[in-house]
């Protein structure tokens, strides 16, 4: 069974640009978490979707965005980026809502 | 405010050593917890999940524990080996909202 993949691996933007990261959930699974991993800091929860609708936000700023697909597949989209969004960005997916299953992560550089 | 803290931050230990990793939340009314591994630049690998009306779980060398009314976790790992090395983090379920703790790095010398 495949896991949850991401891409891209890595991503260099420029401030002000925008950045758009894709998730691929583990095929069952209609979940999908988006986090933040800031180097030396906690992973911070950022969005929830499911079933094809966004059902949980963290505190982030309105140009943190993304969106469901019908597959279940997820886009996460970074507007406007600052040099502090450098950062792991992990997404996970559950068919239970209980357990989640993380995938390898984007590594987001902000120059 | 519902918080999870992690001690100790770091952990270095021998190889063979038994060890204990804690994890506290400041709010007990938890729907799950799930302790989870990170090798660095890498995403997580789930290692043990206790729902709210479980005790403990056990896999393999690893085993978690889980107090409610204390607010605590801890992961026990027995014979530690020097694959054992990443950092461990818990993550503490209330509903759909999953809040992680900082995380304990651990070494394990060969």
């Known amino acids: 069974e495949a896991g949850v993949t991401q891409s891209p691996t890595h991503l260099i933007k420029t401030r002000g640009q925008q950045a758009t990261l894709r998730c691929s959930p583990i095929?069952?699974?209609?979940?999908v978490y988006w986090y933040q991993q800031a180097l030396g800091l906690g992973l911070q929860f950022l969005l929830w979707?499911?079933?094809?609708?966004?059902?949980n936000r963290g505190n982030f700023p309105p140009r943190f965005s993304g969106r469901q697909f019908p597959n279940y597949s997820s886009e996460l989209n970074v507007n406007a980026l600052e040099l502090e969004d450098s950062a792991l960005y992990l997404c996970?997916?559950?068919?239970?809502?209980?357990?989640?299953?993380f995938g390898p992560g984007t590594r987001l550089t902000v120059t | 405010k519902q918080e999870v803290t992690q001690i100790p931050a770091a952990l270095s230990v021998p190889e063979g050593e038994n060890l204990v990793l804690n994890c506290s939340f400041t709010?007990?009314?938890?729907?799950?917890l799930q302790w989870f591994r990170q090798d660095p630049g890498k995403g997580l690998t789930s290692l043990l999940l206790i729902q709210s009306s479980q005790r403990e779980q056990t896999s393999g060398r690893l085993n978690a524990s889980l107090d409610k009314s204390s607010g605590r976790s801890t992961l026990y790992i027995a014979a530690s080996q020097p694959g054992d090395s990443a950092t461990y983090l818990c993550?503490?379920?209330?509903?759909?909202?999953?809040?992680f703790g900082p995380g304990t790095r651990l070494s394990v010398l060969p």
């Open positions: 095929s069952g699974h209609t979940s």
């Open positions: 996970a997916s559950s068919f239970d809502r209980v357990e989640q299953y």
């Open positions: 979707y499911d079933e094809g609708e966004e059902r």
């Open positions: 709010d007990s009314a938890i729907y799950n």
């Open positions: 993550a503490v379920a209330y509903g759909q909202n999953f809040v």
